[in-house]
């Protein structure tokens, strides 16, 4: 049974990884940016929530809604004001040192406000659990791994079924003919990296309530969503969908049958012989096939 509860356990794990990667895995795949402040934007949504859950009793999971809309337009400022400017001025290149350079700004900003101590949110329900036989499982978890697959089919109905989402595929296939095509590449170039900002944030009021956060634990979010890239495939949610769960459970055995601080260990080498083996993730990249 220990097993199973190991097994139930990184499922869960890997629907709120799943969630929290979605966001870099579409900016990655449609603009080939490596988005470096990726687990910047998870943390403040995280802190987001906390504000609006102390100031004025909104449920986190409630808060993911406008919190992601909020920095949808952060996002989409971001991108617009800063990242493309450097990127037309130098190269795609410099987006790194852009995305670094502000994750670390923002970094020290959240500490000089919040401080660097480590914070939770703790709704009435956050120490109920369910049991089924002698399985066990935390409600808050579980509302976790629906509010992630719910935001998970969001996203992939967006990209799949809406005139957006074939802009999106558009232009992350064929720019150019995108663009000769009527379609405003810059703005749906701010558009996407505005969804992605959303879809991390989003993931950060999820997050603070599942585990605890500090301004020092984005770059732990950053890392967790380059491997689910890497795992599952770029710019799909059922990339991300497969490459969380893989890291949930991976991050689940191996901290339970080897030991946790094993598990940034397994993990990277989980990644690099997945780069050896299938360099493009196991669904491939979604945006790949007009390339």
């Not at 130098?90 to 670390?104: D, E, K, Q, W």
């Not at 329900?125 to 066990?136: D, K, N, P, V």
């Not at 879809?199 to 380059?226: C, H, K, M, R, Y």
């Not at 055995?253 to 196991?282: D, E």
Request: aromatic share 10%; net charge positive.
């Amino acid at each position: 049974m220990l097993i199973l509860q190991t097994a139930l356990n990184g499922l869960v794990l890997g629907g709120v990884y799943s969630l929290a990667a979605v966001g870099f895995s579409l900016i990655f795949g449609a603009l080939g940016i490596v988005n470096l402040t990726h687990g910047i934007f998870v943390i403040c949504g995280a802190y987001a929530a906390m504000v609006l859950f102390h100031a004025f009793g909104i449920d986190p999971f409630l808060a993911t809604l406008p919190v992601a809309i909020a920095f949808f337009f952060i996002g989409y400022v971001y991108q617009r004001g800063l990242i493309q400017v450097a990127i037309s001025r130098a190269s795609l290149v410099a987006s790194l040192l852009v995305t670094f350079g502000v994750a670390l700004i923002m970094r020290n900003l959240l500490q000089l406000v919040f401080s660097p101590d480590v914070r939770t949110i703790t709704p009435f329900y956050s120490f109920s659990s369910l049991t089924l036989g002698t399985l066990r499982i935390d409600i808050v978890r579980l509302i976790a791994v629906g509010v992630s697959l719910f935001f998970l089919l969001m996203m992939a109905l967006v990209l799949s079924k809406t005139a957006f989402g074939r802009r999106i595929r558009a232009t992350a296939q064929q720019p150019l003919a995108a663009r000769l095509s009527g379609v405003n590449v810059p703005h749906v170039l701010g558009q996407t990296f505005g969804l992605g900002a959303a879809f991390a944030a989003a993931s950060g009021a999820v997050l603070g309530i599942v585990q605890p956060f500090s301004p020092s634990s984005e770059d732990f979010w950053t890392l967790n969503a380059f491997i689910v890239v890497v795992l599952g495939g770029v710019g799909s949610p059922s990339g991300a969908l497969l490459g969380g769960i893989l890291l949930g459970l991976i991050s689940s055995f191996t901290a339970q049958f080897i030991g946790p601080s094993y598990t940034n260990g397994v993990m990277f080498l989980v990644l690099v012989i997945m780069l050896l083996i299938r360099p493009q993730g196991l669904l491939g990249s979604a945006f790949g096939e007009s390339r």
